[in-house]
């Protein structure tokens, strides 16, 4: 073997060397990654509005590029007066409907990971209230809440990577409802929300 391929092998090595301690040191991936969409999302009442769905996820993992939690959900969509356009990211928080009612949005939340930087909703009533005066206000009791029959915002299922197909693209509501049709997050699973009852709940809407 010459000098200048010993020369050459020994600073393959060391790049070798290097890369592998960057590895275990950072990992393959970085830490949090983003999947987003624009969604088509179907209120109670039949209307469509498209919403601008972002999900932020964190990997539990820097060396699996798919083992994540979901972490925080950005939302945009044009609201109509007074609010116009809504552009919301919700900090470990999952937005699972969005909805409207006498003038009023409504947004089903819930906790992702950890403990969200601000607390927006009653644990108990997990809705946010945006008025149709402009004003904003967690539910507080289910008085508050119409009951509305389902969940209308794709969840994450099966994983970061099934839906990963749906990103930079339209997702219209009859393939999101096919997808999670044949992704169910647990048995029977289909989005449709069981009406409150004062056995189950405690209290009498």
């Known amino acids: 073997m010459t000098p200048r391929s010993r020369q050459v092998l020994g600073a393959l090595a060391i ?11 950072f990992g393959l991936y970085p830490r949090y990654f983003d999947i987003e969409w624009d969604e088509e999302v179907q209120l109670h009442d039949g209307r469509m509005i498209v919403v601008h ?25 044009d609201a109509g007066p007074p609010w116009g356009k809504i552009s919301r990211n919700f900090e470990r928080y999952d937005v699972k409907m969005i909805e409207q009612h006498d003038g009023n949005w409504f947004f089903a939340l819930r906790v ?73 997050r647990a048995a029977g699973d289909n989005g449709l929300i069981i009406q409150r009852h004062t056995n189950q709940q405690g209290e009498t809407k």
């Open 15 to 25: 790049v070798l060397v290097l890369a592998g301690g960057y590895v275990l040191k």
């Open 53 to 77: 769905v972002k999900r932020t996820f964190e990997r539990r993992s820097r060396t699996d590029r798919w083992l994540a939690h979901d972490r925080d959900t950005e939302v945009t969509f």
């Open 112 to 184: 992702t990971t950890g403990i969200p930087p601000k607390k927006l909703v009653d644990p108990a009533y997990t809705v946010l209230i945006l008025e149709k005066d402009g004003t904003e206000r967690p539910a507080k009791s289910w008085d508050d809440i119409p009951d509305f029959p389902r969940q209308n915002i794709m969840p994450v299922t099966p994983s970061p990577e099934g839906i990963l197909p749906f990103a930079n693209s339209l997702l219209t509501w009859k393939t999101k409802m096919e997808h999670w049709k044949n992704n169910p």
